[in-house]
């Protein structure tokens, strides 16, 4: 007898079934259009370029799973769930598409490995959905917050497949395991329920068969009805979330031209930044119904560790309560506006705010400003988010509102941004000057008549701190070694205006930006050296929205390609190093790699060692989103925590590429290493202790840069 199956055995009237499904989908329908409409109130953003690249992204990340599998355990369970309930879908759509076009293709082999397929992959959905509630219900991690909705979720997804294999199993029962039990085996999950009712007699298993199978018809059509309105909803929303995801780097803000605003709208000074909901894009919108509550950005975020009020889990949910909370009536009144009766000419909409410091006695508002003040912008929260959610361009916006709205923020973060704005700089009180670390030093400068191939971008930190100008002053040294062209622009050299555009300061950045072009333009900048990652990012990403638009190379690059060319000669003599990533050299511009062929020049064989939290994984120093200025007195500070990772790694040497993170290594070492047992240096720094003069360690360095790539 040829293997096959009866579609409707022991069933009559199974066709109701698709008038169920009519319900359930208008159900589901009705669902998303109420969100989308919601998102509508968001104001414009482009993205629907580059369809085919996001297509691949989203296939990519849908059935690969790599952000879900960056934590292995909850990874694996997802991967289970998510295949088990495809190939649930796919053996459904089989069975139907036979049923409703009388082509009869399951049958023979290929019957027997569908039904052999869709049941393990069935059981790998059930060994998922039992890891997930068991993470919930026994290991309960600090970051999941379980809700009665994560319960009735997982619970009825459990349900389902637990009543697909049973009605199987009572298929089997009356049928197969009696007259082919050879069959009956390639249908493992309900082979194992089959043997269970074996004992029942026939047409008490038939009764109980049509009843199960009834109710899980009405299970799964009220799963489907049901499946925008919980936990579930993530899969529809985040697989849109996914499709129009940034494909830029994640270190780019976004702003239009505030002075091309005021000249279209006096009035637009007024209000800039975002203190309404409907002020963010459809697209941030989106985001707020694309979280899925998994607590992966709170786990991974440092100000959360350090104690302050900051939880970008928490933040990103209390932005979708209030946006279902004020969305429907916001939408009503715009409906009302569109209308021919005037309706919409009353008083205006009285709501709850969507941030606020707490104190006053309205309504309690989503968002606290401490928790946005929290935030370092170093973007854990984003590389680690599966459903692409960008958290900092909403916390910036409404820092933004904040700061040049209500001129409300800490005494610390006004005398920096009044610092940038009348001194181009950032420090207060600090007793050099642009020109002062190099007065000794023979170097081109280009307001002398100089001209040079590249610009030494040195930055605030590099020519103003202590500290970082004797980094400066050993990647001077390591580009006259390595013949690179270049020159200064000392005294007329200003703030990027990257820590203003992050603490909300956008005017500021703003001016900054177009004073900096300006002084490029006149000298004829077009390639620029960075030793600060943040200004890397800023001058590489940023600055092309205004016009200016530069080959910036970030200085552990540029030593990575010139120690290929041969052109550094180097000892190799580090037997104890580490590597701290900065966030925004490695996170947001994906550059990990050339500082660690950096150090694998200079580096004896094993003697570099990594930390345990190291690349994308990196924990940030702290210092990011306006911090190397300000301070908000946290439990534990954030460079400390990275110190002691540092202590439990061994290595006795930290190279670093960040004069930030050079900040936070110093301020960490004095206080947790005042017997001076540990050594923070710059990877230029490394370099230039390293340097010989003959030609004898040329290849030893090219060797050592490759292996610490490796």
């Not at 029942?200 to 009834?214: D, I, K, P, Q, Y």
């Not at 409907?278 to 992966?296: F, I, P």
Request: net charge negative.
């Amino acid at each position: 007898m040829e293997p096959t199956r009866e579609i409707y055995w022991n069933i009559s009237y199974g066709g109701l079934i698709y008038a169920f499904a009519v319900v359930a989908v208008g159900f589901l329908a009705w669902g998303i259009y109420r969100r989308t409409q919601l998102w509508q109130l968001g104001g414009a953003e482009a993205r629907f370029d580059r369809i085919p690249e996001r297509l691949q992204g989203l296939v990519v990340e849908l059935f690969g799973q790599r952000r879900h599998l960056r934590d292995p355990v909850p990874g694996i369970a997802h991967l289970f769930i998510f295949y088990g309930f495809v190939a649930m879908m796919v053996a459904t759509g089989i069975i139907a598409i036979q049923e409703n076009t009388g082509i009869h293709f399951l049958k023979g082999t290929f019957y027997l490995w569908y039904s052999l397929i869709s049941d393990l992959f069935g059981i790998l959905a059930i060994v998922g959905l039992c890891m997930a509630i068991w993470r919930r219900a026994v290991t309960r991690p600090a970051r999941l917050h379980s809700v009665l909705d994560d319960w009735v979720s997982l619970g009825l997804l459990l349900l389902i497949f637990v009543q697909g294999f049973a009605i199987e199993g009572m298929r089997i029962a009356v049928t197969e395991l009696q007259q082919q039990p050879d069959l009956a085996r390639w249908s493992p999950g309900g082979y194992v329920f089959a043997l269970a009712f074996q004992a029942m007699g026939s047409a008490s298993v038939e009764t109980l068969h049509r009843f199960a199978w009834w109710f899980h018809a009405l299970t799964v059509f009220a799963f489907l009805a049901w499946f925008v309105f919980g936990k579930f909803k993530h899969v529809l929303f985040g697989m849109a979330n996914i499709f129009f995801r940034n494909l830029g780097t994640t270190g780019k803000l976004s702003y239009p031209d505030i002075e091309a605003l005021v000249e279209e709208d006096e009035d637009a000074l007024e209000s800039l930044g975002v203190d309404r909901i409907e002020q963010l894009s459809w697209k941030s919108l989106m985001d707020l119904d694309a979280c899925v509550n998994c607590g992966r950005c709170e786990a991974v975020c440092p100000a959360h560790a350090s104690g302050v009020p900051l939880n970008p889990r928490k933040l990103i949910q209390d932005m979708d309560l209030h946006l279902s909370t004020v969305g429907p009536s916001l939408l009503g009144a715009s409906g009302a506006a569109a209308g021919e009766d005037g309706a919409a000419e009353g008083a205006p909409l009285s709501r709850p705010p969507l941030f606020g410091d707490g104190e006053d006695e309205g309504a309690k508002p989503a968002v606290l400003e401490a928790e946005l003040w929290g935030c370092r912008t170093c973007g854990a929260c984003m590389q680690e988010c599966p459903m692409y959610i960008e958290h900092i361009p909403k916390i910036v916006d409404m820092r933004r509102y904040l700061v040049m709205s209500e001129a409300k923020m800490s005494e610390e973060a006004q005398m920096f941004l009044t610092n940038i704005d009348e001194r181009g700089h950032p420090f207060v009180g600090t007793t050099h000057d642009r020109e002062g670390w190099f007065r000794d030093l023979d170097v081109k400068v280009f307001g002398r008549g100089d001209t040079a191939e590249y610009l030494f971008w040195v930055g605030c930190s590099g020519a103003l701190v202590d500290r970082n100008i004797e980094v400066s002053r050993a990647m001077v040294k390591v580009l006259k070694a390595a013949g690179i062209d270049f020159a200064l622009l000392g005294a007329e050299e200003a703030c990027t205006g990257d820590p203003a555009r992050r603490a909300g300061g956008e005017l500021t950045f703003q001016d900054s930006a177009k004073g900096n072009i300006e002084i490029f333009e006149q000298y004829g900048i077009t390639k620029i050296i960075a030793t600060c990652p943040h200004c890397f990012n800023t001058l590489g990403q940023e600055y092309p929205d205004f016009g200016g638009r530069y080959e910036v190379i970030h200085h552990s690059e540029l030593i990575r390609d010139l120690i290929h060319e041969g052109r550094l000669n180097l000892r190799r003599e580090l037997d104890s190093v580490t590597y701290h990533d900065p966030c925004y050299l490695g996170r947001h511009n994906d550059v990990y790699d050339a500082p660690r062929e950096v150090i694998g020049g200079v580096a004896k064989a094993g003697g570099f060692q990594e930390l345990a939290k190291n690349r994308s994984y990196s924990d940030c120093c702290g210092s990011g989103g306006g911090y190397a200025w300000m301070d908000d007195d946290p439990k534990k500070r954030i460079n400390h925590t990275r110190l002691e990772q540092v202590k439990e790694c061994g290595a006795k040497t930290t190279a670093l590429s960040c004069p930030f993170c050079m900040q936070m290594f110093e301020d960490a070492l004095a206080a947790l290493d005042p017997e001076q047992t540990l050594r923070a240096a710059d990877i230029a720094e490394l370099i230039a202790e390293n340097l010989v003069d003959d030609g004898g360690a040329r290849g030893g360095a090219q060797e050592g840069a490759q292996e610490g790539a490796q």
